[in-house]
């Protein structure tokens, strides 16, 4: 299924948003657009709602249609917990999360530990966890600790475009990771010149209009057959006022969908 992240929405639930929107308006906004996936992701307000809020937010997603996902950054025991603890409130079967959290940079042994210790109640509760790629940890790193533990309920958020800043080529990461993907954001990138022609600025695009390989990617990953959600997601820089950065969001949204779903049937 195709869905959108609260990456697809960034500027227009920011504090530079003259009225930000909430979780239920990027719900709403999700099927206008004729997208099935919402992916709460990196949004921390979320830890902070009532038992009512969550169970707003819930129903209005039953209502529509709409499967929830979530997605935070860590993997220390008390801190996935919490996210499976929300995770079950919201009917939630998929929970994207990083290795590194802002404030902790576990070992690969270290991140073997702590993954084994959160892992049995995740398959107790059907819920899988979904470790993104991105240039802090390598693609071989990473597949190394998901191999190394080897649970049915831990995987890849695939993102070739996080690998490029440490030099990493976005077809390698693919074919590195395809098999153990179980989630993929889905951004395309460009590099454009800085002032001056003095180096590069790697910033978000239109997809399909830059690097991303999306053919490829899904060619070799194969989401409609196995099942995998594609979430969208922007690097969208800001564009001088919240209405052309908004505007430019919500076209981005529309196009990127629409290229989507004209290139569902390359995976047959």
């Given at each position: 299924?195709?869905?959108?992240?609260?990456?697809?929405?960034?500027?227009?639930?920011?504090?530079?948003?003259?009225?930000?929107?909430?979780?239920?308006?990027?719900?709403?906004?999700?099927?206008?657009?004729?997208?099935?996936?919402?992916?709460?992701?990196?949004?921390?307000?979320?830890l902070?709602?009532?038992?009512?809020q969550?169970?707003?937010?819930?129903?209005?997603a039953?209502?529509?249609?709409?499967?929830?996902?979530?997605?935070?950054k860590?993997?220390?025991?008390?801190?996935l917990?919490?996210?499976?603890r929300?995770?079950?409130?919201?009917?939630?079967?998929?929970?994207?999360?990083?290795?590194?959290?802002?404030?902790h940079?576990p070992?690969?042994?270290?991140?073997?530990?702590?993954?084994?210790?959160s892992?049995?109640?995740?398959?107790?509760?059907?819920?899988?966890?979904?470790?993104?790629?991105?240039?802090?940890?390598?693609?071989r790193?990473?597949?190394?600790?998901?191999?190394?533990?080897?649970s049915?309920n831990?995987?890849?958020?695939?993102?070739?475009?996080?690998?490029?800043?440490a030099?990493?080529?976005?077809?390698d990461?693919?074919?590195?990771?395809s098999?153990?993907?179980?989630?993929?954001?889905?951004?395309?990138f460009?590099?454009?010149?800085?002032?001056?022609?003095?180096?590069?600025?790697?910033?978000?695009t239109?997809?399909?209009?830059?690097?991303?390989?999306y053919?490829?990617?899904?060619?070799v990953?194969?989401?409609?057959?196995?099942?995998?959600?594609?979430?969208?997601e922007?690097?969208?820089?800001?564009q001088?006022?919240?209405?052309?950065?908004?505007?430019?969001?919500n076209?981005?949204?529309?196009?990127?969908?629409?290229?989507?779903?004209?290139?569902?049937?390359?995976?047959?």
């Amino acid at each position: 299924m195709i869905g959108l992240s609260t990456y697809a929405f960034f500027w227009q639930h920011s504090d530079r948003a003259p009225q930000p929107i909430d979780l239920m308006a990027m719900l709403q906004r999700t099927r206008e657009l004729d997208a099935d996936v919402f992916q709460i992701c990196d949004y921390p307000r979320i830890l902070e709602y009532s038992e009512a809020q969550l169970s707003d937010l819930k129903s209005l997603a039953a209502e529509l249609g709409v499967v929830l996902e979530l997605g935070t950054k860590g993997i220390s025991p008390n801190h996935l917990a919490a996210f499976l603890r929300l995770a079950d409130t919201l009917g939630v079967k998929m929970i994207r999360s990083m290795v590194n959290a802002p404030d902790h940079h576990p070992s690969l042994p270290e991140a073997q530990g702590l993954l084994k210790q959160s892992l049995p109640s995740y398959e107790a509760s059907g819920v899988r966890i979904a470790l993104e790629t991105y240039e802090q940890l390598s693609s071989r790193d990473l597949v190394t600790l998901i191999e190394s533990i080897g649970s049915p309920n831990l995987g890849i958020c695939l993102d070739p475009a996080n690998c490029v800043a440490a030099l990493e080529n976005p077809i390698d990461v693919i074919d590195r990771c395809s098999q153990y993907v179980v989630n993929l954001h889905v951004k395309d990138f460009a590099f454009t010149r800085r002032g001056g022609w003095i180096g590069f600025t790697l910033e978000g695009t239109q997809l399909g209009s830059g690097l991303l390989d999306y053919d490829y990617m899904i060619n070799v990953v194969k989401p409609e057959v196995r099942g995998i959600n594609r979430v969208i997601e922007h690097w969208l820089t800001w564009q001088g006022t919240f209405k052309e950065t908004s505007r430019l969001e919500n076209l981005w949204n529309i196009n990127n969908i629409a290229y989507m779903n004209a290139h569902k049937s390359l995976q047959s």
